[in-house]
């Protein structure tokens, strides 16, 4: 009887590192780099690291966004992620897009 509660401990044990361990995994999920973003006036704006599949609302409504990341990103002009203008692979940049208020980046 003692043998199997040891078990059954180790058992539960090792299931929770297993949850811990997925749980860790699917958090740790993001895009390297920054996404740089700029007023019109020049103002510069950051986001490090993002999260991916996240809707992160901007702060300004830029003239010019540049993707420092390795992820795509989505870029938007409402502030919900519904309203696409147009997908920025890593490295590229857009202007003039309309003042968009929202981004996401696909993971």
């Known amino acids: ?14 299931g ?3 949850v811990l361990a997925t749980g860790l995994a699917t958090n740790a ?9 700029f007023s019109i006036t020049g103002e510069e704006f950051r986001a ?3 999260p991916d ?3 992160i609302k901007l702060r300004i409504r830029p003239d010019l966004i540049d993707n420092h990341t390795n992820k795509t990103v989505s870029v938007y002009l409402n502030a919900d992620c519904s309203l696409l203008v147009v997908d920025l692979e890593p490295g590229r940049a857009a202007a003039h897009l309309g003042g968009p208020r929202s981004v996401r980046f696909i993971g």
């Open 1 to 14: 009887m003692l043998a199997l509660g040891r078990l059954g401990r180790l058992g539960l044990a090792a």
């Open 53 to 55: 599949n996240v809707c």
């Open 16 to 18: 929770t590192a297993a």
């Open 29 to 37: 999920q993001a895009a390297t780099g920054t996404l740089r973003y």
């Open 48 to 50: 490090s690291n993002p």
